[in-house]
């Protein structure tokens, strides 16, 4: 193939977008629309994600000792319990700072009653956080193995429904970005079918005069990448708008929820969804222009 018959072709597929102005507005509506709803979805569900990440965090096991246990005991179980690799941090709370959070917690005033008393004594205990809260039963199954251990104290029911939302979360999502995209193909492909079938009497003079199949189609496929690129652009703005403004007004209106609604920054949100976006726009205009081609287009 000659470069200038790709220069030509190419031309031909930009010039393509303003001739047919109405299909052209027709099909960047349509990606916009479907990407729209992808960044408004993607946004969500990575922040929820997000925010089950967080509350896994502060899911802790925590793990007391034999009363006749002693310091390096401990300190070598601790180092046990670090050498596994579903731990992401271990927290050693000694009796003293048992009793003082317990204090500060539950007592206030009424603490002084107990001056010099630590009724708290021998409570020495690791606070265990886990990458993953789904293998909490696996920790506490080799835990309950271990010299020294008294207690082992876990919430198998939160664990339980971090893990199954989590799960629930990601079916639905490949669920919906699944319907997303083939709706989008039909909707693009439709309307790029309509634009075929206005063009046809320009085609058949195209192939009167010798233009080779490639000629014909192929300014089809770059109208339909521009208008994916455009079809993307498009929301993408609109989302970002929109996510900095509604968390914005979330984090100022609604404090007492700062600790249960964890956003993720524009930054490491749109750093994704950008070039997601853009090959989204891309593929849905080239797919759909390709397959109404093939399907409609007899050459």
């Avoid at 994916?228 to 652009?233: C, E, R, T």
Wanted: charged content about 15%; aromatic content about 14%; overall charge negative.
């Amino acid at each position: 193939m000659k470069i200038s018959t790709f220069v030509f072709t190419f031309k031909q597929g930009f010039k393509n977008i303003f001739r047919n102005k109405l299909f052209s507005l027709a099909t960047i509506a349509t990606i916009a629309a479907c990407i729209f709803l992808f960044g408004v979805f993607y946004s969500l569900v990575v922040n929820v994600q997000y925010s089950i990440a967080k509350a896994e965090t502060n899911v802790a096991v925590t793990v007391f000792f034999n009363e006749d246990i002693s310091e390096g005991q401990i300190q070598q179980i601790g180092e046990m319990i670090r050498g596994r690799s579903e731990v992401a941090s271990v927290e050693y709370v000694s009796a003293s700072d048992a009793w003082e959070s317990f204090k500060v917690d539950y007592l206030g005033e009424y603490a002084d009653g107990y001056e010099g008393d630590n009724p708290l004594e021998g409570s020495e205990n690791y606070e265990i956080y886990l990458k993953d809260v789904s293998k909490q039963p696996e920790l506490v199954a080799w835990l309950e193995t271990v010299d020294g251990v008294r207690e082992i104290n876990h919430s198998d029911v939160t664990a339980n429904i971090l893990t199954q939302f989590n799960k629930m979360l990601s079916y639905v999502s490949l669920g919906i970005i699944g319907i997303l995209l083939a709706v989008s193909l039909f909707l693009i492909s439709n309307t790029v079918s309509m634009g075929i079938a206005v063009r046809r009497e320009e085609i058949g003079i195209m192939k009167l005069i010798g233009a080779t199949n490639f000629v014909v189609r192929f300014p089809f496929l770059i109208e339909g990448v521009l208008l994916g690129l455009i079809g993307a652009g498009i929301p993408l703005a609109a989302v970002y708008y929109m996510y900095n403004y509604i968390t914005g007004y979330a984090e100022d209106h609604f404090v007492i929820l700062n600790d249960l609604l964890q956003f993720q920054s524009p930054r490491e949100i749109f750093s994704v969804l950008i070039p997601v976006a853009m090959v989204l726009g891309v593929g849905l205009g080239f797919f759909g222009s390709f397959i109404s081609v093939k399907r409609h287009l007899r050459v």
